[in-house]
T-cell receptor, first 112, second 118 residues
Framework: AQSVTQLGSHVSVSEGALVLLRCNYSSSVPPYLFWYVQYPNQGLQLLLKYTTGATLVKGINGFEAEFKKSETSFHLTKPSAHMSDAAEYFCAVFETGNQFYFGTGTSLTVIP | GAVVSQHPSWVICKSGTSVKIECRSLDFQATTMFWYRQFPKQSLMLMATSNEGSKATYEQGVEKDKFLINHASLTLSTLTVTSAHPEDSSFYIC??????????????FGPGTRLTVL
């Protein structure tokens, strides 16, 4: 079965600092990869996704992620954190014919 | 983008009552809908997958008689929590796929429903 690991359940950064949220998956076949953001008492909003093609994917709100097959990683980054980025972030993996697998989530705190 | 709505967004009920949550795809036909449960500060746990017109497939450990799922049309799925108890209190999120969308597995999520059972 697929597993998705998000290192660090809580990440704190200063406003304006680099945001790095880590995600590793276990599939031997390149899956489709997603990052979602969740604000309190809300559903999930898609930040970005990787399916095929360019391994550096740009998403909304200035976020981007790079698919690294050799490292089975799909880390999420943003050059400069904003207060509004404080939220819960979920990495997810989908294999064709299989189900969606979510990571355990990373709570991002932005310090003013 | 594809929009999925849920109703109600927040419900409080007495123990022993049943609660129905609706999930609608507003601008596409959802051939497959998913129901998730999320506990505070935790990830989403898939409860069941439903395809329009057929019975839902429940994940291991999810009581199908407790959580009744109906996917009667291509735009509506309902989750009924029967004889709710305080331990059923949770955040329930639905998602949908279909209508030519999400060919790469992408699901479109509803805003969630907060259920509190007193």
């Amino acid at each position: 079965a697929q597993s998705v690991t998000q290192l660090g359940s809580h990440v704190s950064v200063s406003e304006g600092a680099l945001v790095l949220l880590r995600c590793n998956y276990s599939s031997s076949v390149p899956p489709y990869l997603f990052w979602y953001v969740q604000y309190p008492n809300q559903g999930l909003q898609l930040l970005l996704k990787y399916t095929t093609g360019a391994t550096l994917v740009k998403g909304i709100n200035g976020f981007e992620a790079e698919f690294k097959k050799s490292e089975t990683s799909f880390h999420l980054t943003k050059p400069s954190a904003h207060m509004s980025d404080a939220a819960e972030y979920f990495c997810a993996v989908f294999e064709t014919g299989n189900q969606f697998y979510f990571g355990t989530g990373t709570s991002l705190t932005v310090i003013p | 983008g594809a929009v999925v709505s849920q109703h109600p967004s927040w419900v409080i009920c007495k123990s022993g009552t049943s609660v129905k949550i609706e999930c609608r795809s507003l601008d596409f036909q959802a051939t497959t809908m998913f129901w998730y449960r999320q506990f505070p500060k935790q990830s989403l746990m898939l409860m069941a997958t439903s395809n329009e017109g057929s019975k839902a497939t429940y994940e291991q450990g999810v009581e199908k008689d407790k959580f009744l799922i109906n996917h009667a049309s291509l735009t509506l799925s309902t989750l009924t929590v029967t004889s709710a108890h305080p331990e059923d209190s949770s955040f329930y999120i639905c998602s949908a796929r279909g209508g030519g969308l999400g060919r790469e597995g992408e699901q479109f999520f509803g805003p969630g429903t907060r259920l509190t059972v007193l």
